[in-house]
């Protein structure tokens, strides 16, 4: 899980991260969820197609639940 609750802002290097792990990861029996992003931030994963390939939850505890639904 990361919890975006300090960022303000990400680059485009930035984003190139959740890109190059998440099928390792995935593949590995894994995953990301994303949660607390702030709107600006959200905006850009948002246009980038993001909220597709990632969960995307409002809070942590969220983000847990959705773990253990898996």
Not at 9 to 25: K, N, P
Not at 36 to 46: G, I, T
Request: hydrophobic fraction near 50%.
């Amino acid at each position: 899980m990361v919890n975006f609750t300090e960022l303000d802002y990400i680059s485009s290097a930035g984003l190139g991260v959740f890109m190059a792990f998440i099928e390792e990861i995935r593949d590995s029996g894994g995953d990301i969820k994303l949660c607390n992003m702030k709107p600006k931030v959200f905006a850009v994963f948002d246009l980038l197609g993001f909220p597709l390939l990632f969960d995307i939850l409002e809070d942590e505890s969220d983000a847990l639940l959705k773990f253990r639904d898996k």
